[in-house]
């Protein structure tokens, strides 16, 4: 599911600010942007986010300022002498009366030593990590109202499925019936040519085969059934994505084989829209947790 959160917090010479973004995927897939050496995070980001997400394609965005403090920073005299004696030099030879003032040298590279500067980013993790939390909550709350959206139109799609169930049940009962009157009409208007008894053990016999080939009694059943597990697992707590996943499968898979056996226009109609709301019902739970 989607979503956005963002957490900003500050501690002494550190501030960091965090952004994350979830977007639609069958499984976890973690991006992390960060700058500074802050990519050694990425475990322990993955690891605390596996704890709260388990479904989707999630982006972090990860940026950490720190202010230096004044004792952090050292000259380096060798290279403070060495421009400026190249300076001096060059002065000399062009011409020039001015003096070179130190100050003008503090931006060249080397003369200020930012070694002092240098942690551990993981020393940071614990105020990471509280920003995280506020971006992951944020994020979470957000998806709770996508899911909650998501949960109405599933039930709506499982209503439009028992309904139609109900009308291939009904138009099942007249499949056999039917095809016997059409079977009897034909043999009559051939037979009458040939001048030959009709036998009624054979028409039995054929409308006792063809009743068995196309019953899908069973089919319908379990289509049902399948029905009141998937509302269930809706209601339960946890992860329940992948359960409602396995459930849409074999929803799918009765589907198939019912529009396979019924051997009747009306009911291949009626099967067109349940599979059409089958796939619907699938490709929202992809995106299920």
Request: hydrophobic share 35%; net charge negative.
């Amino acid at each position: 599911m989607t979503g956005f959160g963002q957490g900003q917090l500050q501690q002494e010479q550190l501030s960091v600010h965090v952004e994350v973004r979830s977007v639609n995927n069958r499984y976890f897939k973690l991006h992390l942007r960060a700058q500074d050496g802050y990519n050694l995070l990425e475990p322990e980001i993955e690891s605390y986010l596996r704890q709260h997400i388990r479904r989707g394609t999630v982006t972090v965005y990860l940026q950490a300022r720190r202010t230096a403090r004044p004792d952090q920073f050292r000259l380096n005299p060798t290279a403070l002498n060495a421009y400026r004696e190249q300076l001096q030099r060059l002065r000399q030879s062009w011409g020039l009366p001015e003096a070179v003032q130190p100050e003008a040298l503090l931006n060249l590279p080397g003369v200020v030593d930012e070694s002092l500067l240098e942690h551990d980013v993981h020393a940071d993790w614990p105020l990471v990590r509280q920003a995280l939390e506020q971006a992951v909550e944020q994020l979470q709350q957000m998806r709770r109202r996508e899911g909650e959206a998501m949960a109405r139109e599933l039930e709506q799609h499982c209503r439009n499925i028992r309904r139609l169930a109900d009308q291939i049940a009904q138009r099942a009962q007249h499949v056999a019936p039917e095809y016997r009157q059409r079977l009897l009409e034909r043999l009559r208007s051939t037979l009458e040519e040939l001048d030959v008894q009709l036998d009624q053990a054979d028409v039995l016999r054929e409308v006792s085969l063809f009743a068995e080939r196309s019953d899908i009694s069973e089919e319908i059943v379990r289509l049902r059934s399948h029905l009141e597990q998937f509302l269930r697992a809706m209601q339960s707590t946890g992860s329940v994505g992948r359960k409602l996943d396995f459930i849409t499968q074999e929803m799918l898979r009765e589907v198939n084989t019912i529009g396979s056996k019924a051997n009747d226009s009306q009911i291949a109609h009626l099967m067109v829209e349940t599979k059409a709301e089958v796939e619907r019902i699938r490709e929202l739970v992809q995106n299920v947790e």
